[in-house]
């Protein structure tokens, strides 16, 4: 009796709030009707499907569907951050005069005929027993039919056309037995016609060929140089898992080590093998709490293996990269199972906790629905050469798919036989020359020099006359990447007797196939190019010592293994978040307009957890590097690799309109734009490798992408995106960052003027490289002393950290309360970074200025 009181009490309790937020969301829509060109009766019936509080914003986020007739309107979900009871920021979705444009409020054909339409539509055999299981108003639920891994869900909405029209339509899922599609879709229920149909499957098809766009560094281009064993170790005791850890990459990107206790206090307060909430694990397998972690290898999507810690928890399983994966399914499973748990713990920090909707079997009364752990599926015999994530509504798991990959066409062709660079070395062959063939061709490294004569200015480029012929003869030739054709310089080298010829790329990342030009059919020698790295190291160690080698073909190595490469993985944890988050929980399917940027949030989030110490924004980020055996510097097989400098990745927001892949390409230059954000905040900030606690700029970009996508509206377009990430930084920060943002877009054409069109649209994008009247100085006079001045933390708790862009000598730091009264004072001698301590104010919000021989300027600042 007394949990049924319990129960009925919370209900009220919820009941109470949800009407609290209706009335404030309809106060907020009613006040700014003319601006959202609504009508007054599109605010008249608004449904509250889910809320939950941002720590770092300290609000609440609210996300409320539009109705008519007390029928959703597919796919309206707004977000509204309320703080203090007031709406402070929307992202509205709504439609407007929806009166006029709904056709009908009664359906005209069943639920049940509805799944039968849309079984013809797909194609799928009749079901079998297909029966109604429960009702609940316009909500049925049929069971499986024998064509479908779950019951399908039938829900009467309305759904918005292209034509701007509302048809009346039954909202249905049916998710095929091999889990290889989840097809989320619109059945029009008076003609029984599909309207939409979008597949909650996501697959990332990372096999996606690059597009060419000016001077990019080509890929995917080269195979993987495999680290061997590590004998690292850290601490024992506790669980302990052998692993490609935080923030390697993959195997290609540092060693293996042996990690005892990763699981966070706060994301995972009882561990990783946790599910009742007590202290002591619940499972010796890799299952817990936020993940169950198996093979798939038969495709079955049922129980698979899942390797066994034991009592002590120990998953020390080896790596052979010699073998075929299968004879190492332990260890990549626990490796699946370790950064599903990374992705979990680290995000939970940044506001991806459990009411947010993130994924718990058991959510510990912290909100939210539970019972959706992630099913991670190692080695899932149902494809190749791909990765996929199913999002789910809150409540149900999702499922995590890694595949193999086949072996890699790009081969250790070269091995130095001698010297500091001994060892087999990645190259590509040459589609013209002699073929290089299991028969070895040994001999010494010359490298090529020529007389300048022409229009060439490198003596090693082969593009001139050769003026060490004599040397070359009998030898294996080495020639720079130059202006002249391969087929020309592979000729030359061959006339002055060289028995086979390595180009060197003069461009960072990968090798590149070579074409033969004009010349190549006269080519009878092998020709071979190895990348810009390797090149450099062979020619700086001829110019002192003598170098042998050996061009001979070898047969692929094994299939390389998704499990393995943890930018993959996270990418496809990343799907799980953005479409939580965009839209609230209750509402995953916000992510299927043309313009969305769901492969770009993925992207970002395997990015930014896999940055180092030393590293650098102008650096070349390729995405799904080791999968498709390429070096750490290869392209990816994005358009371009992540970069910040433009001579690497040119692309901007003009690129959408075509110029790039859809889905992929898209997302693509919207990670680009956040990856420049990031290290426009690392430039001022300095980073952090506490990814969990840190305070530098890689994590309050973090931050401002988990709250930029808790802000915007579903079906977003880049303005969305970009305008709720701003203010994420204006709400948090009190806006210390906003021309720093602002610039960061304005730079890839997301700038003020910028137009994103419809969302739906991928065609209809104007870029714009401009800023508004607050941050419009150019950029030299916004990295000048107006906007010269960073502060941080904040909010703060006292200590203030005030960075300066360049030194700006002595300054005078007042702080004013909002009474405009003067509560703290302090010369500061100001070169790079000065600290005041101002522990002494209360909390509240207070105005700082910096005034100094150059001007003045004011920043907001929270004291907390």
């Known amino acids: 009796m007394k949990k049924i009181l319990h129960v009925v009490a919370l209900l009220v309790v919820t009941m109470s709030v949800a009407q609290n937020f209706e009335t404030q969301i309809t106060s907020y829509l009613s006040a700014n009707r003319a601006q959202l060109n609504l009508e007054p009766e599109d605010i008249t019936d608004i449904q509250i499907t889910s809320n939950s509080f941002s720590k770092s914003m300290q609000l609440e986020n609210v996300y409320a569907s539009q109705r008519h007739n007390g029928i959703a309107v597919y796919n309206s979900s707004s977000s509204f951050a309320i703080k203090n009871g007031q709406v402070v920021y929307a992202g509205v979705n709504f439609t407007s005069g929806l009166r006029q444009k709904v056709n009908t409020t009664t359906p005209s054909i069943t639920p049940n005929a509805a799944i039968l339409k849309a079984i013809t539509a797909l194609g799928l055999p009749s079901p079998t027993n ?16 024998g064509i479908s891994l779950e019951a399908i869900p039938v829900t009467l909405v309305y759904q918005r056309t292209h034509d701007e029209r509302v048809r009346l339509a039954w909202d249905l899922r049916i998710y095929l037995l091999d889990a290889s599609h989840h097809y989320s879709m619109r059945i029009d229920a008076v003609t029984g016609t599909v309207l939409e149909n979008n597949d909650w499957v996501i697959s990332c098809n ?22 061997k064993e590590s004998n690292v170790e850290f601490t024992t005791g506790g669980a302990q898992y052998r692993v490609f850890p935080l923030p390697l990459e993959s195997p290609s990107h540092g060693s293996e080590q042996l990690v005892a206790d990763p699981s966070n206090a706060v994301a995972s307060p ?11 694990a619940e499972y010796t397998i890799t299952r817990g709490n936020n993940v169950w972690a198996q093979d798939d290898i038969n495709n079955n999507n049922g129980t698979g293996a899942s390797p066994d810690g034991g009592a002590g928890l120990n998953f020390d399983f080896p790596y052979d990269f010699n073998t075929a994966p299968v004879n190492m399914l332990d260890a990549v499973t626990t490796n699946l199972f370790y ?18 909707g993130n994924f718990q079997e058991n959510n510990y009364g912290n909100g939210g629905v539970g019972s959706d752990s992630v099913n991670a599926d190692a080695q899932d015999g149902g494809g190749l050469n791909n990765a996929n994530f199913s999002i789910t509504v809150e409540g149900s798991n999702p499922r995590m798919q890694m595949y193999l990959w086949s072996p890699s066409d790009y081969l250790e062709l070269l091995t130095i036989n001698n010297g500091p660079l001994a060892g087999g070395h990645v190259a590509l062959a040459a589609n013209f020359g002699a073929p290089i063939t299991a028969t ?16 060439s200015t490198d003596p090693n480029d082969g593009c001139d006359t050769i003026t060490n012929t004599a040397a070359i003869n ?23 007797g060289a028995i086979a010829v390595i180009v060197v790329n003069n461009e960072p990342g990968d090798a590149i196939v070579m074409g033969p030009g004009a010349q190549g059919g006269s080519v009878t020698i092998p020709a071979i190019m190895v990348s810009k790295n390797v090149g450099d190291a062979i020619i700086a160690e001829l110019l002192s010592a003598t170098v042998n080698g050996t061009i001979q073909d070898v047969p692929p190595g094994p299939q390389l293994d998704g499990d393995l490469d943890n930018g993959i993985i996270a990418h496809e944890y990343g799907h799980g978040i953005s479409t939580r988050l965009t839209g609230g929980p209750a509402n995953p399917a916000c992510l299927f307009n043309d313009e969305q940027m769901g492969e770009g949030w993925s992207d970002y989030f395997g990015l930014v957890l896999t940055m180092e110490t030393g590293d650098a924004g102008t650096d070349i980020r390729g995405i799904g590097t080791y999968v498709n055996g390429q070096s750490t510097e290869g392209g990816g097989i994005r358009e371009a690799p ?25 997302g693509f230059v919207w990670a680009t734009m956040l990856w420049d954000m990031t290290w426009d905040l690392i430039d001022v900030y300095g980073f952090d490798p506490d990814v969990y606690n840190g305070t530098g700029g890689n ?13 915007q509206n579903c079906s977003p377009g880049f303005v969305n995106g970009r305008d709720a990430i701003i203010e994420a930084d204006e709400i948090t920060n009190g806006g210390a960052n906003k021309c720093l943002i602002w610039n960061a877009f304005a730079r890839r054409g997301c700038g003020f003027s910028a137009s994103q069109g419809s969302s739906n649209s991928r065609t209809d994008q104007v870029e714009a490289f401009d800023l508004p009247a607050e941050c419009s100085l150019g950029v030299e006079d916004v990295e000048g002393f107006q906007k010269n001045f960073v502060l941080y933390p904040n909010p703060t708790t006292g200590t203030i950290n005030i960075a300066s862009r360049r030194p700006a000598g002595d300054v005078t730091v007042s702080i004013f309360d909002l009474n405009g009264r003067k509560v703290f004072a302090q010369q500061l001698e100001l070169q790079t970074i000065g600290t005041i301590q101002a522990e002494g104010l209360n909390a509240g919000m207070y105005l700082v200025t910096i005034e100094g021989q150059a001007g003045t300027q004011t920043e907001k600042l929270i004291i907390k």
Request: charged fraction near 20%; hydrophobic fraction near 40%.
């Open 440 to 455: 070895p061709i040994t001999q010494d490294l010359v490298l090529v020099e020529d007389d300048d004569a022409g229009d």
């Open 206 to 227: 990372f096999g996606t060929a690059p597009h060419s766009h000016g001077n990019k560094v080509a890929a995917p281009l080269e195979s993987v140089l495999f680290k």
């Open 339 to 356: 950064w599903n748990n990374i992705m979990h713990d680290v995000w939970y920090h940044y506001g991806f906790d459990e009411a947010s």
């Open 642 to 666: 992540y970069s910040t400098d433009f001579a690497i990745n040119d692309y901007t927001y003009a690129d959408t309109n075509n110029n790039v892949s859809q889905p992929h390409g898209i």
């Open 699 to 711: 994590n309050i970009a973090m931050q401002l992408v988990i709250d930029g996508l808790k802000l």
């Open 130 to 145: 297909l029966e109604l299981l429960s009702r609940d108003g316009n909500e049925y639920l049929f069971s499986d039919g």
């Open 474 to 496: 009998g030898k294996i030739a080495v020639v720079r990447r130059g202006s002249c054709e391969f087929g020309f310089k592979a000729l030359a080298a061959q006339t002055a």
């Open 270 to 280: 009882f561990g990783w093998h946790d599910i009742n909430g007590a202290p002591g």
